[in-house]
């Protein structure tokens, strides 16, 4: 079974000592593809050279909501220009998170409006972080005429997962699903139907529950496959195809399209 990573945070410093071994341990682990969605305008270049080797590594080019200190005003237009020139596969990390005290809202709505019309402007799927904000986010996206993209480590609703189903959506589940006591996932990841669903680690946080408090590693993204094939009628081996075909959908790639402009 080959599986995709759909959020991998591989470039960042947490990684630095030992990537090449953590990106073979994931392949050993059946995990083919990884898209790794940059958060700073100072990481864009050096996660391109990371991807541009390997037609199994994604990248996305975003500013994250949460860096709003490590943002600058001339990063928007760099942004545009870094999507001309190089041609990211989406836009992301990019997104609202209403659930850490003091980050300015208004300035995370101005910054994601921003870059939805870079990604509109360009026909690039994006990659959310949504956090106590989705249905601000789902207000906004209905401006926008996006190719859908990934809801990262969705948690919401139902009725909120239809609406971003609606827009061309797929919807992350990672480590978190794991847990035995994440019951709300559980019960979302059974009653959603297959073709909205994609894996997902967010290496090196989100850790499941077998690595809880340790570093967490795409090599793990396995767990999340056989948790969720316990929670459908589907067995692993179809889970793991169709998600992988999902998220190629997402970003209009076939299996054997290179990740990069090379």
């Not at 030992?18 to 990481?43: F, K, Q, S, T, Y």
């Not at 991807?51 to 080019?61: H, M, V």
């Not at 904000?133 to 906004?140: E, I, K, P, S, W």
């Not at 971003?164 to 559980?186: A, E, I, V």
Request: net charge negative.
């Amino acid at each position: 079974m080959e599986l995709f990573d759909t959020h991998c945070h591989l470039d960042i410093a947490a990684f630095d000592p030992d990537r090449a071994e953590v990106l073979a341990a994931a392949r050993r682990a059946g995990v083919a593809r990884l898209l790794i969605p940059a958060i700073r305008r100072r990481d864009w270049a050096a996660l391109w050279a990371l991807c541009r080797p390997d037609p199994g590594l994604y990248p996305a080019i975003g500013l994250h909501p949460v860096m709003l200190d490590a943002h600058h005003d001339d990063d928007l237009a760099a942004l545009d220009e870094f999507v001309q020139t190089r041609r990211p596969v989406a836009i992301g990390e990019i997104g609202l998170d209403f659930a850490l005290p003091g980050l300015d809202r208004a300035r995370q709505q101005a910054l994601l409006e921003a870059q939805l019309a870079v990604a509109e402007r360009h026909r690039l799927p994006v990659v959310l972080h949504v956090r106590k904000a989705h249905d601000a986010m789902l207000a906004m996206l209905r401006h926008f005429d996006l190719p859908g993209g990934f809801c990262h480590a969705f948690n919401g609703s139902l009725q909120q997962a239809a609406r971003y189903l609606d827009q061309g959506f797929r919807l992350g589940f990672g480590g978190m699903l794991t847990h035995p006591r994440s019951n709300h996932l559980h019960a979302l990841a059974g009653a959603l139907p297959l073709e909205a669903l994609v894996l997902e680690t967010d290496a090196p946080d989100m850790s499941g529950f077998c690595h809880r408090h340790q570093r967490n590693s795409p090599a793990y993204l396995p767990e999340v496959l056989l948790t969720l094939a316990e929670l459908r009628p589907e067995s692993a081996a179809r889970i793991a195809r169709q998600t992988t075909q999902n998220a190629l959908a997402v970003i209009g790639r076939s299996g054997d399209q290179p990740a990069c402009d090379r």
